[in-house]
């Protein structure tokens, strides 16, 4: 995992040792060292009650760390009220204050600061423009559309150049069209005005699209924090292959394992060798991890020794436009997906037993679920 | 084309939609129907009734209808003719057997003091009508207030059909004997003092409301369902026990020898009893107390709707929790703190009990007087008069408080 002990120049903001728990009974976020990169776009994913949101109220400061400390730069931030931390939130319903006006919304971290009334001015028009709403200034957050509002709490959140941003599920309200939009629209703003931005969400295809790292939550402990693509093709358990992507899972008892490679007798009789990330021992039983873009359907013996064979039946395809997705029997699992690319199914058809063969390197070994 | 289309096409669409909403506003209509006739018969018809009854000017004219007639031939310069004394006789005469002269008497003693003995104790002395020619001089022999002007003109203002006498007299005015308006004798101007200590009464018991009601509407939205629930059943308490016996735990707790009197004698901390009730303070107390789930109750059901998610909000944009109140909070609960003092005014400035129990005579509100001329001295137009003025005071209100909700409305106000 990443995090040192010693933090490095370009690190913003570092959570070290930080616990939470609401009801002294069980702890919402288990143990917590997490390093963030000033200029970064960290997203911070994970399902309902896995500790993410509870992570970020803690940096913005409406939770306080029930053990841990929290340091922004150098400074230590836990006993530092949240008007005081100078970090931009985005909320999910955007909490545009109803009562203002658009253009006094964007005003009001402004006004609070004491900047003079001509500057205000002049750097609310310019955050107006940034988000192309400068002509709906006197109009009331009511008579906005959802992505409107949303870029107003953008606006709002980025107008006194805050050191960190923060979004809290910003999207989750809005259609997937204009939820697609903005997605381009703040990755933009991120790399041409240089944040550090920590996104919260619960929709992978968001994180895979927007961020530089992403941290995956659950139980309240970060499960893998790395690049989106390392995420994807390379998951170190099986809770983040499962929740990122597609992916077949197949359960076995590891046999041997040599120079990173295990050989693994599957439950369903038959054996494959795969690379031995996270499993224990000789005896140790493992959960395989394939995705489904990562495996061919043959229907006949190929004979490539160094590939692994399952004999399994075609029970489906559904046609996706873009793939087709095969759905195989097979007995170890009952619902093995295959994606061909397009055009590359013919001759096949339901209730045909094939076989399905993946290399060794596509095949992880992970802990069993 | 189809053919349904084509049936239809001759009646033009808007007449179609009409056709089609009527039935619906129809059901509409049934539906409200009952509480409609409900609120006629006991809102709209007393009502009326007793706008009416604070213009209407029925006695003089029913008793003594040929003195009306006859007085209204004269300019009100100088003595009527003899004509009217003659009318005036024969009017007496009639009403004494009717047994109605009292009435009358009781209307024009309103208007000029002690006109009730001269109009009784003429119809005693009256004992037949006067010769023709001779009615002026025998009725001014029988009582010498026939011979002045301020008589007739008496009679004449209160000759109906409407008066504008019980309105003027329930804001201090009257009309001299030349029909200008004018201040009421001083012994009396008592309303406006009245009015103005029911409204200061009410203003007080509003702010009083607002400043106890408020932290505690604030604390009941902001806590856990369950336990706001259970404290919301203390703020509803009051309500399950009789005014009557809240007023009265008041006085128990309150006199001289009461708890809290009793308690800091005991405690060494005044010599004497303090002054707590059948005053001012008294009168406060009880009402705000009455009152105040009047207030928690608006509040609390617009503060349920602010998210807090604002207040969240602008500590992130870095506004100082006191800041973040007062410009982000407190702005979007005036709809209820209007209502909750629009509702707690309007109360207060009708209540009665509450201050003939814990008051002192000068503690005495508007509902009082309008009980007194209803039931004890039965005149019914004044009262009505007093009623009139304060429901248009109400209503001035109400609308300075509907035309601010609107205006807020209408310029945004929005939740998200």
Redesign the interface.
């Known amino acids: 995992m990443d995090g040192g002990m010693i933090a490095t120049t370009d690190t913003l903001v570092r959570f070290t040792g930080v616990q939470k728990t609401y009801d002294g009974e069980h702890l919402v976020v288990k143990s917590l060292d997490l390093d963030i990169r000033k200029g970064e776009f960290l997203t911070l994913l994970g399902p309902s009650g896995s500790g993410k949101t509870t992570t970020l109220m803690m940096l ?3 939770e306080v760390p029930t053990h841990g400390e929290i340091f922004i730069g150098d400074r230590p931030i836990k006993n530092v ?9 985005v ?1 999910q ?7 203002l ?1 658009i253009e006094e919304n964007v005003a ?2 402004l006004s ?2 004491g900047v003079s009334k001509a500057e205000t001015k002049e750097r609310v028009a310019a955050a107006l423009d940034m988000i192309k709403l400068g002509n709906l200034a006197s ?5 906005l559309s959802g992505g409107q ?1 949303q870029r107003v709490a953008l606006a ?2 980025l107008v ?1 150049n805050p050191a960190l941003v ?1 979004m809290d599920e910003p999207l989750g309200a809005l259609d997937k069209r204009l939820r697609e939009h903005m997605q381009l629209e703040i990755k933009h703003l991120h790399e041409t005005m240089g944040l550090t931005v920590v996104y919260v969400t619960h929709d992978q295809g968001e994180a895979l699209t927007m961020s530089d790292r992403i941290a995956v939550f659950n139980d309240g402990i970060v499960q893998q924090i790395d690049r989106p693509d390392a995420l994807y093709e390379r998951p170190v358990n099986s809770f983040v292959a499962n929740f990122i992507g597609e992916n077949n899972v197949l359960s076995g008892v590891v046999e041997n394992i040599e120079h990173g490679w295990a050989r693994v007798a599957l439950d369903a009789g038959g054996s494959v060798v795969a690379q031995a990330v996270n499993v224990g021992g000789a005896g140790s039983r493992t959960s395989l991890s394939i995705r489904p873009e990562r495996v061919a359907i043959e229907t006949g013996d190929s004979g490539d020794a160094t590939t692994n064979r399952l004999p399994a039946t075609l029970t489906d395809l559904i046609y996706v436009g873009d793939h087709t997705l095969a759905i195989l029997s097979t007995p170890s699992n009952p619902e093995f997906m295959v994606k061909l690319p397009a055009g590359s199914y013919a001759g096949l058809a339901p209730g045909q037993d094939v076989y399905i063969a993946f290399r060794p390197e596509d095949c992880r070994a992970l802990d069993p679920v | 084309m189809t053919a349904a289309f084509v049936a239809g096409a001759d009646v033009p669409l808007k007449r179609r939609l009409k056709r089609a909403e009527r039935a619906r506003q129809f059901r509409a209509l049934g539906l409200v129907l009952p509480l409609l006739a409900f609120l006629l018969f006991t809102f709209v018809v007393p009502l009326a009734g007793m706008i009416w009854k604070s213009v209407d000017d029925w006695e003089v004219p029913q008793v003594m209808p040929q003195t009306v007639a006859a007085l209204e031939q004269w300019n009100g310069q100088g003595l009527p003719d003899e004509a009217a004394y003659a009318a005036l006789a024969a009017d007496i005469r009639t009403a004494r057997e009717a047994g109605t002269l009292a009435v009358a008497a009781k209307r024009l003693n309103y208007v000029v003091n002690g006109f009730r003995t001269t109009l009784l104790s003429t119809g005693r002395k009256l004992k037949e009508q006067p010769a023709p020619g001779t009615a002026k001089a025998t009725m001014i022999e029988i009582a010498p207030a026939w011979g002045e002007r301020e008589s007739w003109a008496a009679i004449k203002s209160a000759s109906g059909p409407v008066t504008s006498y019980y309105l003027l007299a329930a804001v201090d005015l009257t009309r001299n004997p030349d029909g200008d308006i004018v201040h009421a004798p001083a012994d009396q101007s008592i309303y406006r003092d009245v009015f103005l200590r029911t409204f200061e009464i009410g203003f007080g018991v509003t702010a009083l409301c607002l400043i106890l009601g408020f932290p505690v509407a604030f604390m009941l939205a902001n806590l856990p369902t369950g336990r706001s629930n259970l404290l919301m059943i203390f703020v509803l308490l009051p309500f399950w026990t009789s005014l009557l016996v809240r007023t009265c735990a008041w006085i128990v707790i309150l006199q001289s020898e009461g708890i809290v009197n009793g308690s800091l004698q005991w405690l060494g901390i005044i010599e004497e009893p303090l002054r707590l009730i059948y005053n001012r303070f008294g009168v406060y107390m009880a009402m705000t107390h009455v009152l105040l789930p009047f207030m928690i109750l608006p509040l609390y059901s617009v503060m349920r709707g602010i ?1 807090p ?2 207040m ?10 006191v ?2 109140f007062l ?2 909070y407190l ?2 609960t005036i709809p209820g703190i209007g209502a909750g003092c629009l509702l707690v005014f309007i109360l207060a400035i009708g209540y009665y009990i509450t201050p003939a129990l814990v008051g002192g005579a000068a503690d005495q509100m508007i509902s009082s007087f309008i009980a007194f001329y209803t039931t004890e001295t039965v005149n019914w137009g004044l009262a009505s008069a007093l009623g009139a003025v304060l429901l248009l005071s109400t209503l001035v209100l109400a609308l300075l408080y509907g035309k601010l909700a609107l205006g807020r409305q209408t ?6």
């Open positions: 913005a400061g409406f009220p949240p008007h005081k931390r100078d970090i931009g939130m909320f319903n955007y909490a545009l204050f109803p009562h006006t009001f971290p609070v600061r109009r009331r957050p009511g008579q509002q709002r959140a006194f923060l | 998210s998610a604002y969240r909000a602008a500590a992130s944009l870095g506004a100082p929790p800041t973040a410009r982000i702005p979007q310029t945004g106000g929005l939740k998200n």
